[in-house]
Protein backbone atom coordinates (compact mmCIF):
# COMPACT_ATOMS: atom_id res chain seq x y z
CA UNK A 1 0.00 0.00 0.00
CA UNK A 2 1.50 2.86 -1.08
CA UNK A 3 1.43 6.96 1.01
CA UNK A 4 -0.10 9.79 -0.86
CA UNK A 5 -0.15 13.47 0.18
CA UNK A 6 -3.06 15.75 -0.84
CA UNK A 7 -2.69 19.32 -0.71
CA UNK A 8 -4.57 20.18 2.45
CA UNK A 9 -2.55 17.40 4.30
CA UNK A 10 0.63 18.77 2.39
CA UNK A 11 0.07 22.14 3.92
CA UNK A 12 -0.70 20.92 7.42
CA UNK A 13 2.43 18.89 7.57
CA UNK A 14 4.68 21.39 6.55
CA UNK A 15 3.51 23.80 9.49
CA UNK A 16 4.01 20.78 11.84
CA UNK A 17 7.59 19.89 10.13
CA UNK A 18 8.76 23.34 10.14
CA UNK A 19 7.73 23.91 14.11
CA UNK A 20 9.59 20.89 14.91
CA UNK A 21 13.02 22.50 12.74
CA UNK A 22 12.44 25.62 14.93
CA UNK A 23 12.39 23.72 17.95
CA UNK A 24 15.20 20.82 17.25
CA UNK A 25 17.07 24.52 15.80
CA UNK A 26 16.13 25.96 19.31
CA UNK A 27 17.48 23.02 21.32
CA UNK A 28 20.60 22.68 19.33
CA UNK A 29 21.47 26.33 19.35
CA UNK A 30 21.17 25.82 23.84
CA UNK A 31 23.26 22.93 23.07
CA UNK A 32 25.67 24.76 21.60
CA UNK A 33 25.54 28.09 23.62
CA UNK A 34 26.94 25.39 26.55
CA UNK A 35 29.52 24.51 24.50
CA UNK A 36 28.00 20.18 24.71
CA UNK A 37 28.25 19.79 20.64
CA UNK A 38 27.22 21.73 17.79
CA UNK A 39 24.77 22.07 15.01
CA UNK A 40 27.87 21.68 12.39
CA UNK A 41 28.86 18.66 14.13
CA UNK A 42 25.71 16.67 14.41
CA UNK A 43 25.21 17.49 10.43
CA UNK A 44 28.57 15.69 9.91
CA UNK A 45 27.51 12.88 12.06
CA UNK A 46 24.50 12.48 9.76
CA UNK A 47 26.36 12.19 6.57
CA UNK A 48 29.02 10.09 8.13
CA UNK A 49 26.49 7.83 8.98
CA UNK A 50 24.43 7.90 6.13
CA UNK A 51 27.45 7.24 3.69
CA UNK A 52 28.56 4.37 6.03
CA UNK A 53 25.01 2.56 5.81
CA UNK A 54 24.88 3.34 2.21
CA UNK A 55 27.65 0.80 1.68
CA UNK A 56 25.28 -2.62 2.17
CA UNK A 57 26.74 -4.21 4.25
CA UNK A 58 23.55 -6.54 4.82
CA UNK A 59 23.45 -7.59 1.18
CA UNK A 60 27.14 -8.33 0.98
CA UNK A 61 26.97 -10.30 4.09
CA UNK A 62 23.87 -12.26 2.41
CA UNK A 63 25.59 -12.96 -0.77
CA UNK A 64 28.78 -14.21 0.46
CA UNK A 65 26.38 -16.91 2.83
CA UNK A 66 24.78 -17.25 -0.54
CA UNK A 67 28.14 -18.78 -2.49
CA UNK A 68 29.96 -19.86 0.75
CA UNK A 69 28.53 -22.54 2.71
CA UNK A 70 31.20 -22.50 5.83
CA UNK A 71 30.76 -18.83 5.64
CA UNK A 72 26.93 -19.05 6.05
CA UNK A 73 27.55 -21.54 9.27
CA UNK A 74 29.86 -18.57 10.58
CA UNK A 75 27.24 -15.93 10.18
CA UNK A 76 25.04 -18.08 11.76
CA UNK A 77 26.99 -19.02 14.35
CA UNK A 78 28.08 -15.40 15.03
CA UNK A 79 27.54 -12.78 12.80
CA UNK A 80 29.29 -9.89 14.35
CA UNK A 81 32.97 -12.13 13.55
CA UNK A 82 31.17 -12.36 10.22
CA UNK A 83 31.16 -8.73 10.07
CA UNK A 84 34.82 -8.82 10.95
CA UNK A 85 35.52 -11.28 8.11
CA UNK A 86 34.31 -8.93 5.57
CA UNK A 87 35.58 -5.87 6.83
CA UNK A 88 32.10 -4.49 6.95
CA UNK A 89 31.98 -2.11 9.82
CA UNK A 90 28.86 -1.45 12.35
CA UNK A 91 29.98 1.59 12.96
CA UNK A 92 28.22 2.35 16.29
CA UNK A 93 28.39 4.49 19.56
CA UNK A 94 28.07 1.15 21.27
CA UNK A 95 28.84 -2.24 20.70
CA UNK A 96 26.35 -4.30 18.98
CA UNK A 97 25.05 -7.75 18.87
CA UNK A 98 23.81 -8.74 15.58
CA UNK A 99 22.34 -12.16 14.81
CA UNK A 100 21.47 -13.64 11.30
CA UNK A 101 18.27 -16.38 11.20
CA UNK A 102 18.02 -17.97 7.91
CA UNK A 103 15.02 -18.68 6.21
CA UNK A 104 14.55 -22.25 4.76
CA UNK A 105 11.97 -23.60 2.89
CA UNK A 106 10.26 -24.97 5.94
CA UNK A 107 11.06 -21.63 7.82
CA UNK A 108 10.35 -18.02 6.69
CA UNK A 109 11.88 -15.30 9.55
CA UNK A 110 10.73 -11.74 10.05
CA UNK A 111 11.89 -9.07 12.50
CA UNK A 112 10.00 -6.68 14.83
CA UNK A 113 10.16 -4.67 17.55
CA UNK A 114 7.02 -4.58 19.68
CA UNK A 115 8.15 -2.28 22.25
CA UNK A 116 9.81 0.13 20.43
CA UNK A 117 11.86 -0.33 16.94
CA UNK A 118 14.89 -1.47 17.56
CA UNK A 119 16.63 -2.51 13.95
CA UNK A 120 20.01 -2.83 13.28
CA UNK A 121 20.46 0.44 12.30
CA UNK A 122 24.03 1.01 12.48
CA UNK A 123 24.38 -1.83 9.56
CA UNK A 124 21.20 -0.79 7.58
CA UNK A 125 20.56 2.39 7.98
CA UNK A 126 17.40 4.32 9.42
CA UNK A 127 14.42 1.79 9.56
CA UNK A 128 11.20 2.29 7.34
CA UNK A 129 8.43 4.63 8.99
CA UNK A 130 6.00 1.48 8.68
CA UNK A 131 8.41 -0.53 11.06
CA UNK A 132 8.25 2.14 13.17
CA UNK A 133 4.26 1.97 12.97
CA UNK A 134 2.13 0.99 15.66
CA UNK A 135 0.43 -1.04 12.94
CA UNK A 136 3.20 -3.76 12.28
CA UNK A 137 4.93 -3.41 16.09
CA UNK A 138 0.87 -4.70 16.95
CA UNK A 139 0.32 -6.91 14.09
CA UNK A 140 3.22 -9.29 12.89
CA UNK A 141 3.68 -10.78 16.12
CA UNK A 142 -0.07 -12.14 16.03
CA UNK A 143 -1.14 -12.04 12.55
CA UNK A 144 2.18 -12.54 10.33
CA UNK A 145 0.79 -14.20 7.33
CA UNK A 146 -2.07 -11.13 7.14
CA UNK A 147 0.85 -8.98 7.16
CA UNK A 148 2.72 -10.48 4.70
CA UNK A 149 0.18 -10.47 2.51
CA UNK A 150 0.13 -6.77 2.88
CA UNK A 151 3.50 -6.75 1.59
CA UNK A 152 2.72 -9.16 -1.25
CA UNK A 153 4.08 -12.09 -0.02
CA UNK A 154 2.19 -15.38 -0.09
CA UNK A 155 4.07 -18.11 2.29
CA UNK A 156 2.44 -21.40 2.23
CA UNK A 157 0.31 -22.63 5.31
CA UNK A 158 2.86 -25.72 5.96
CA UNK A 159 6.18 -22.98 6.16
CA UNK A 160 6.95 -21.89 9.80
CA UNK A 161 6.39 -18.51 10.76
CA UNK A 162 9.11 -17.13 13.16
CA UNK A 163 8.83 -13.66 14.21
CA UNK A 164 11.84 -12.43 16.60
CA UNK A 165 10.49 -9.45 18.87
CA UNK A 166 13.35 -7.43 19.15
CA UNK A 167 13.75 -6.96 23.29
CA UNK A 168 16.77 -6.76 24.18
CA UNK A 169 20.17 -5.58 22.61
CA UNK A 170 20.44 -8.22 20.32
CA UNK A 171 20.03 -6.89 16.53
CA UNK A 172 18.74 -9.41 13.94
CA UNK A 173 18.75 -9.71 10.39
CA UNK A 174 17.06 -11.78 8.07
CA UNK A 175 19.53 -14.32 5.56
CA UNK A 176 16.87 -14.46 3.05
CA UNK A 177 17.09 -17.69 0.99
CA UNK A 178 18.52 -17.35 -2.84
CA UNK A 179 16.62 -16.75 -5.51
CA UNK A 180 16.56 -19.48 -8.46
CA UNK A 181 18.29 -19.03 -11.31
CA UNK A 182 20.99 -17.62 -9.21
CA UNK A 183 23.85 -19.68 -10.52
CA UNK A 184 27.16 -18.73 -11.47
CA UNK A 185 26.24 -14.99 -10.79
CA UNK A 186 29.03 -12.20 -9.70
CA UNK A 187 28.59 -11.68 -5.96
CA UNK A 188 28.33 -8.08 -6.19
CA UNK A 189 25.10 -8.83 -8.29
CA UNK A 190 23.99 -11.14 -5.73
CA UNK A 191 24.37 -8.73 -3.23
CA UNK A 192 21.75 -6.38 -5.35
CA UNK A 193 19.39 -8.51 -5.21
CA UNK A 194 18.96 -8.37 -1.45
CA UNK A 195 16.36 -6.00 -0.43
CA UNK A 196 16.34 -4.29 3.06
CA UNK A 197 12.41 -5.77 3.09
CA UNK A 198 13.99 -9.49 2.27
CA UNK A 199 16.74 -8.50 5.50
CA UNK A 200 13.47 -7.85 7.73
CA UNK A 201 11.50 -10.82 6.23
CA UNK A 202 8.61 -8.96 4.74
CA UNK A 203 10.14 -9.51 1.65
CA UNK A 204 11.93 -12.12 -0.25
CA UNK A 205 14.74 -11.92 -3.62
CA UNK A 206 13.67 -11.92 -6.95
CA UNK A 207 15.93 -12.91 -9.78
CA UNK A 208 16.02 -9.52 -12.49
CA UNK A 209 14.18 -10.10 -15.29
CA UNK A 210 16.68 -10.91 -18.00
CA UNK A 211 15.79 -9.54 -21.94
CA UNK B 1 25.82 -14.04 39.02
CA UNK B 2 23.44 -16.99 37.86
CA UNK B 3 22.48 -18.60 34.67
CA UNK B 4 19.30 -20.50 36.07
CA UNK B 5 18.56 -22.08 32.39
CA UNK B 6 20.05 -23.94 30.00
CA UNK B 7 19.00 -24.31 25.98
CA UNK B 8 16.25 -26.60 25.45
CA UNK B 9 14.85 -25.73 29.17
CA UNK B 10 11.25 -24.87 29.31
CA UNK B 11 10.63 -21.73 31.07
CA UNK B 12 7.72 -19.25 31.77
CA UNK B 13 7.53 -15.67 31.90
CA UNK B 14 6.16 -13.78 34.80
CA UNK B 15 2.33 -13.23 35.48
CA UNK B 16 2.73 -9.66 35.66
CA UNK B 17 5.57 -6.80 34.85
CA UNK B 18 6.40 -4.29 37.97
CA UNK B 19 5.90 -0.75 37.58
CA UNK B 20 8.40 1.21 35.08
CA UNK B 21 10.29 0.08 32.68
CA UNK B 22 10.53 -3.35 31.40
CA UNK B 23 11.23 -5.42 28.34
CA UNK B 24 9.13 -8.30 28.82
CA UNK B 25 6.43 -6.97 26.85
CA UNK B 26 2.85 -7.75 27.93
CA UNK B 27 1.42 -10.37 25.36
CA UNK B 28 4.68 -12.77 26.33
CA UNK B 29 3.58 -12.74 30.05
CA UNK B 30 2.52 -16.08 32.51
CA UNK B 31 3.70 -17.95 28.86
CA UNK B 32 5.81 -21.12 28.33
CA UNK B 33 8.81 -21.70 25.95
CA UNK B 34 11.82 -22.75 25.32
CA UNK B 35 15.46 -21.29 26.17
CA UNK B 36 16.61 -20.95 22.21
CA UNK B 37 19.80 -19.30 22.81
CA UNK B 38 22.54 -18.16 26.11
CA UNK B 39 23.88 -14.87 25.28
CA UNK B 40 26.08 -14.08 28.16
CA UNK B 41 25.76 -11.32 30.84
CA UNK B 42 23.94 -8.04 30.16
CA UNK B 43 22.61 -4.85 32.08
CA UNK B 44 19.03 -5.28 33.11
CA UNK B 45 17.10 -2.22 31.64
CA UNK B 46 14.84 -2.24 34.58
CA UNK B 47 17.73 -0.83 36.33
CA UNK B 48 19.56 1.12 33.55
CA UNK B 49 16.39 3.04 33.19
CA UNK B 50 16.54 4.38 36.67
CA UNK B 51 19.97 6.13 36.12
CA UNK B 52 21.87 2.83 37.32
CA UNK B 53 25.58 2.71 36.20
CA UNK B 54 26.90 -0.95 34.17
CA UNK B 55 28.47 -1.88 38.10
CA UNK B 56 25.39 -0.48 40.59
CA UNK B 57 22.46 -2.19 38.48
CA UNK B 58 21.86 -5.51 37.84
CA UNK B 59 23.68 -8.03 35.28
CA UNK B 60 21.90 -11.03 34.19
CA UNK B 61 21.72 -13.51 32.26
CA UNK B 62 20.18 -13.18 28.55
CA UNK B 63 17.74 -15.99 26.85
CA UNK B 64 16.15 -16.36 23.44
CA UNK B 65 13.01 -17.68 24.35
CA UNK B 66 10.73 -19.70 21.52
CA UNK B 67 7.29 -19.31 22.55
CA UNK B 68 4.48 -21.20 20.21
CA UNK B 69 1.90 -19.21 18.94
CA UNK B 70 -1.07 -20.91 20.22
CA UNK B 71 0.62 -20.89 23.40
CA UNK B 72 1.07 -17.06 23.02
CA UNK B 73 -2.67 -16.12 21.50
CA UNK B 74 -4.47 -19.31 23.21
CA UNK B 75 -5.64 -20.38 20.00
CA UNK B 76 -5.36 -22.62 17.41
CA UNK B 77 -4.39 -22.18 14.25
CA UNK B 78 -3.90 -24.60 11.09
CA UNK B 79 -0.75 -22.49 10.42
CA UNK B 80 2.64 -22.37 12.58
CA UNK B 81 3.81 -19.17 14.20
CA UNK B 82 6.62 -19.04 16.84
CA UNK B 83 7.22 -15.72 18.50
CA UNK B 84 10.46 -15.39 20.46
CA UNK B 85 11.70 -12.73 22.50
CA UNK B 86 15.12 -11.75 24.28
CA UNK B 87 14.89 -11.71 27.89
CA UNK B 88 16.38 -11.47 31.42
CA UNK B 89 17.00 -14.20 33.55
CA UNK B 90 14.96 -12.48 36.40
CA UNK B 91 11.49 -12.04 33.88
CA UNK B 92 11.76 -16.55 34.16
CA UNK B 93 10.66 -19.34 36.32
CA UNK B 94 11.64 -23.08 35.83
CA UNK B 95 8.41 -24.28 33.94
CA UNK B 96 7.61 -28.28 34.83
CA UNK B 97 8.27 -30.56 32.06
CA UNK B 98 4.95 -32.21 30.98
CA UNK C 1 19.63 -11.09 44.91
CA UNK C 2 19.63 -7.02 44.11
CA UNK C 3 22.74 -5.63 44.39
CA UNK C 4 21.19 -1.99 44.13
CA UNK C 5 23.68 0.67 46.17
CA UNK C 6 22.01 3.85 44.06
CA UNK C 7 18.94 5.86 44.52
CA UNK C 8 16.52 5.33 41.81
CA UNK C 9 16.92 8.76 39.96
CA UNK C 10 12.86 8.69 39.80
CA UNK C 11 10.49 8.71 42.38
CA UNK C 12 7.93 5.52 42.16
CA UNK C 13 4.71 8.18 41.65
CA UNK C 14 6.17 9.14 38.87
CA UNK C 15 7.06 5.22 37.50
CA UNK C 16 3.11 4.68 38.61
CA UNK C 17 1.69 7.17 36.72
CA UNK C 18 3.43 5.59 33.59
CA UNK C 19 1.43 4.23 30.82
CA UNK C 20 1.54 1.25 29.14
CA UNK C 21 0.79 2.75 25.79
CA UNK C 22 3.82 1.48 24.19
CA UNK C 23 3.55 -1.99 24.82
CA UNK C 24 1.69 -3.07 21.50
CA UNK C 25 2.74 -6.59 21.01
CA UNK C 26 -0.92 -8.19 19.97
CA UNK C 27 -3.14 -4.81 20.18
CA UNK C 28 -5.51 -4.45 17.82
CA UNK C 29 -7.17 -1.17 15.84
CA UNK C 30 -4.22 0.01 14.03
CA UNK C 31 -5.18 -0.50 11.08
CA UNK C 32 -3.71 -1.72 7.21
CA UNK C 33 0.47 -1.03 7.90
CA UNK C 34 1.26 2.24 5.37
CA UNK C 35 4.14 2.03 3.31
CA UNK C 36 5.97 4.60 1.48
CA UNK C 37 7.57 3.89 -1.91
CA UNK C 38 11.37 4.67 -2.12
CA UNK C 39 11.20 6.17 1.15
CA UNK C 40 14.20 8.33 2.37
CA UNK C 41 16.14 7.31 5.32
CA UNK C 42 14.62 10.94 7.03
CA UNK C 43 12.12 12.60 5.73
CA UNK C 44 13.17 16.21 7.21
CA UNK C 45 16.84 17.40 8.22
CA UNK C 46 15.29 18.35 11.61
CA UNK C 47 15.04 14.20 12.06
CA UNK C 48 18.11 13.56 10.98
CA UNK C 49 19.56 16.14 13.53
CA UNK C 50 17.10 14.56 16.29
CA UNK C 51 18.72 11.28 15.22
CA UNK C 52 22.19 12.75 15.64
CA UNK C 53 21.42 14.76 19.22
CA UNK C 54 20.23 11.65 20.64
CA UNK C 55 23.16 9.56 19.27
CA UNK C 56 25.65 12.05 20.50
CA UNK C 57 24.43 12.61 23.88
CA UNK C 58 24.19 8.89 24.86
CA UNK C 59 27.49 8.83 23.34
CA UNK C 60 28.56 11.69 26.20
CA UNK C 61 26.71 9.92 28.91
CA UNK C 62 24.24 12.08 29.58
CA UNK C 63 21.95 9.59 29.81
CA UNK C 64 21.75 5.85 28.83
CA UNK C 65 19.93 3.90 26.39
CA UNK C 66 17.36 2.76 28.82
CA UNK C 67 16.39 5.96 30.22
CA UNK C 68 15.99 6.93 27.15
CA UNK C 69 13.42 4.25 26.51
CA UNK C 70 11.89 5.36 29.62
CA UNK C 71 11.53 8.95 28.78
CA UNK C 72 9.18 7.85 25.88
CA UNK C 73 7.03 5.57 27.77
CA UNK C 74 6.45 8.31 30.19
CA UNK C 75 4.70 10.47 27.62
CA UNK C 76 0.83 10.80 27.73
CA UNK C 77 -0.86 7.70 25.73
CA UNK C 78 -2.07 10.38 23.51
CA UNK C 79 0.81 12.22 22.79
CA UNK C 80 2.43 8.92 22.23
CA UNK C 81 -0.04 7.78 19.40
CA UNK C 82 -0.38 10.92 18.07
CA UNK C 83 3.55 12.16 17.76
CA UNK C 84 5.47 10.61 14.65
CA UNK C 85 8.11 8.98 15.48
CA UNK C 86 11.14 11.39 15.54
CA UNK C 87 8.56 13.67 17.31
CA UNK C 88 8.57 11.06 20.13
CA UNK C 89 12.64 11.18 20.73
CA UNK C 90 12.54 14.79 20.64
CA UNK C 91 9.97 15.22 23.32
CA UNK C 92 12.48 12.36 25.25
CA UNK C 93 15.73 14.48 24.61
CA UNK C 94 14.47 17.29 25.97
CA UNK C 95 12.66 15.89 29.08
CA UNK C 96 16.10 13.94 29.76
CA UNK C 97 18.12 17.41 29.29
CA UNK C 98 15.69 18.80 32.32
CA UNK C 99 15.20 16.04 34.61
CA UNK C 100 19.37 15.78 34.22
CA UNK C 101 19.76 19.70 34.83
CA UNK C 102 21.45 20.79 31.22
CA UNK C 103 18.20 22.37 30.35
CA UNK C 104 16.60 24.87 32.84
Not at chain 1, 16 to 25: D, I, L, Q, T, W
Not at chain 2, 26 to 42: A, K, N, P, Q, S
Amino acid sequence: MSHHHDDDHDHGEHRESASMASRVGALIAKLEAKGILSEAELDAAVEAFLMNTQHAGGPALVARAWIDQPFRARLLADANAALDELGIDMSHWAKVKLRAVENTERVHNVIVCTLCSCYPVSLLGPSPTWYKSLAYRSRVVREPRAVLAEFGLQLDSSIDVRVWDSTAELRYIVLPRRPADTDGMKETDLAALVTRDALIGTGVCATVQRG
Amino acid sequence: MTTRFRCGDQVRTRAQNPEGHTRLPRYLCDRRGTVEMIHGLFALPDDRALGASLSTGRQETLYTVVFEGREVWRERSAEPLFVSADLWDSYLEPEPAR
Amino acid sequence: MSKLRWRPALGNASLRAMPSTHDVGGASGFGPIVREVDEPPFHHEWEARVFALNRRLLQLGFYNLDEFRLAVERMPSEAYLASSYYEKWFIAVERLLREKGVLE
